[in-house]
């Protein structure tokens, strides 16, 4: 079975900092990759699909990449709004798994 | 407006079972896979699986292949999930979503809590 593992598990970030989170996949998924945005109390939102192509209405200052195995979110500029936990997805093929999951927290 | 209306919270005690419904609206449910997701604060996400309502195929993941089973009524556009031999392990917050590469649609989630 795949297994999908994030990093950092969490990290700490001021206002206008750029992030990069990771995601590694155990075997090759190609672009079958999704990223999810979940704030407390929230279903989670779609961000990113097919690796790096931004969803309807999500902000530009998010960007993903990657290729196979090993995937970034990217948010340049982070805004107090984008404090959450993200996650990434295998997509497309089932096992649809996610990863662990990063907490980004605003300083 | 697509809405994924799901059923209120429960409370169960362990060894019992639990159906819980996502009622779909502004679309047809035989139109997409309804997938199901956990959520447990100190765990993340799990995907659980998905039922495609137009034929009923199901796809599980490997942890949740005797414990999880999807339905789905076309009639009333709803999607069920039924989770059997409750444990402490299952009191989560469990969404539907009718999710693609270009659609994302959630419930609101229900809190399962299984408690003696």
């Known amino acids: 079975n795949i297994v999908m593992t994030q990093s950092p598990k969490s990290m700490s970030i001021s206002v206008g900092d750029r992030v990069t989170m990771n995601c590694k996949a155990s075997q090759n998924v190609g672009n079958n990759i999704a990223w999810y945005q979940q704030k407390p109390g929230q279903s989670p939102k779609l961000l990113i699909y097919y690796a790096s192509n931004r969803y309807t209405g999500v902000p530009d200052r998010f960007t993903g990449g990657g290729y196979g195995t090993d995937f970034t979110l990217t948010i340049n500029s982070v805004q107090a709004e984008d404090a959450a936990f993200y996650y990434c997805?295998?997509?497309?093929?089932?096992?649809?798994?996610f990863g662990g999951g990063t907490k980004l927290e605003l300083k | 407006e697509v809405q994924l209306q799901q059923s209120g919270p429960e409370l169960r005690r362990p060894g019992s079972s639990v159906k819980l419904s996502c009622k779909a609206s502004g679309y047809s449910i035989t139109d997409y896979l309804m997938h199901w997701v956990k959520h447990r604060p100190e765990h993340g996400l799990e995907w659980i699986g998905w039922?495609?309502?137009?034929?009923?195929?199901?796809k599980y993941a490997q942890k949740f292949q005797s414990k999880a089973t999807l339905t789905a009524d076309t009639s009333s556009n709803t999607a069920y999930m039924q989770l059997s031999s409750l444990t402490s392990e299952d009191t989560a917050t469990y969404f539907c979503?009718?999710?693609?590469?270009?659609?994302?649609?959630w419930g609101q989630g229900v809190m399962v809590t299984v408690s003696s």
């Open positions: 039922i495609d309502p137009e034929d009923g195929e199901t």
């Open positions: 979503a009718s999710i693609t590469t270009t659609r994302d649609y």
């Open positions: 997805q295998r997509i497309y093929n089932s096992p649809w798994t």
